[in-house]
């Protein structure tokens, strides 16, 4: 046991600030693979299709097949003054917790108009987080103007000084999977950003089979570990589904030996989670904090995009590989100029 791989600052790196993607890669499937060996340590370098060589052909591929919902929303209050509100949760129908921007003094009851008043809702209360209760008129079109109006949550390091309309088209089609298909995240689980339909179908003819399961990425994804000692940091909830179905045939392919290979840290949570509580449950929410040393009892492979430094991505996949191995690859992949972060390149580890 190694008490540094418990301190925050263990997990930093340096990162040249123009490595940090802007922009997704020309073509999905165009984006780089470092390859990482958990036993031996060793790394080499790879274009995303050769994924199709790299994993065994009988491995069990799990997607997460989320959607982000363009739940961003630039408006007005009363008086007229600007905000800005990112929809986190439906506490009921038509009614979402949210973080609101540039907000002032809101008062309860207060009404506010988004998109030149193409919605309006009105502000209930403020929670101990921060985040208002916002009760939307003509909530049964709610869903409707959100995919007509709203913009996509695009995380802070990708930076938009004007978001133009083509702009905004592409972020909505590129920083989605081509898989997803259940609305309800707020950001993008963003090592499936590389797949095509045919890099899945080539996957499938080679024997792979592969699996969905749902978890909503909320705003936990962007908190940062305020602790140096990471054993105090606490996560925030995140709701997950996967049907009986999916998960008998994972635990069966299991005890036929065949690799499990998660794509990305979320599917990484909702099967460990499941493993820890046996397999007694398929729906519901989770706050697993996965850091080092921990025993993986499900995945034996994960593909993930580069995380931020000191984040608990970093800590989860440290988990997985080793601190020491992870951090080398971050620096060789610095030193290959990969690109970082939710539009960069990935790397698979098994």
């Not at 108009?113 to 939307?136: M, S, V, Y």
């Not at 930076?159 to 089609?173: A, G, I, L, V, Y």
């Not at 299991?254 to 099967?271: C, D, F, M, N, Y």
């Not at 690109?339 to 580890?349: K, N, Q, V």
């Amino acid at each position: 046991m190694n008490q540094e791989d418990w301190r925050l600052e263990s997990y930093d790196y340096d990162l040249p600030p123009e490595l940090i993607a802007q922009q997704p890669a020309d073509q999905r499937d165009s984006s780089r693979l470092l390859l990482l060996s958990r036993s031996q340590g060793t790394i080499s370098h790879h274009r995303f299709p050769e994924i199709l060589e790299l994993i065994p052909a009988e491995s069990c591929l799990v997607l997460n097949n989320t959607r982000v919902m363009p739940a961003r929303l630039l408006g007005h209050r009363a008086a007229g003054g600007e905000i800005e509100a990112l929809l986190v949760h439906e506490k009921f129908p038509g009614t979402w917790s949210a973080l609101v921007r540039k907000a002032g003094r809101i008062k309860p009851g207060e009404r506010l108009t988004f998109f030149e008043g193409q919605l309006a809702a009105k502000a209930l209360e403020r929670n101990d987080e921060g985040h208002w209760l916002l009760e939307f008129e003509a909530a049964e079109h709610l869903s409707e103007k959100l995919e007509r109006f709203g913009l996509l949550p695009l995380p802070p390091y990708i930076k938009r000084k004007k978001t133009s309309e083509q702009q905004n088209q592409e972020d909505r089609e590129r920083y989605q999977t081509c898989y997803a298909s259940v609305p309800g995240a707020i950001a993008a689980p963003t090592a499936g950003l590389h797949f095509t339909p045919e890099v899945l179908e080539a996957l499938r003819k080679r024997g792979t089979r592969v699996f969905e399961l749902t978890l909503h990425v909320g705003l936990g994804t962007f908190s940062a570990v305020e602790d140096s000692d990471l054993r105090k940091h606490r996560m925030h909830s995140e709701h997950f589904q996967i049907s009986e179905a999916v998960l008998n045939d994972l635990l069966e392919m299991k005890s036929e030996g065949k690799p499990i290979i998660a794509v990305g840290t979320t599917v990484v949570r909702v099967l460990e989670s499941l493993a820890l509580e046996n397999y007694q449950r398929h729906s519901g929410w989770t706050d697993i904090f996965i850091y080092p040393p921990y025993e993986f009892r499900l995945v034996d492979g994960m593909l993930t995009n580069f995380h931020l430094p000191n984040s608990t991505l970093m800590m989860l996949v440290s988990a997985f590989c080793g601190r020491t191995n992870l951090l080398r690859a971050y620096q060789e992949a610095v030193l290959e100029r990969y690109r970082f972060f939710s539009y960069g390149d990935c790397m698979l580890i098994h």
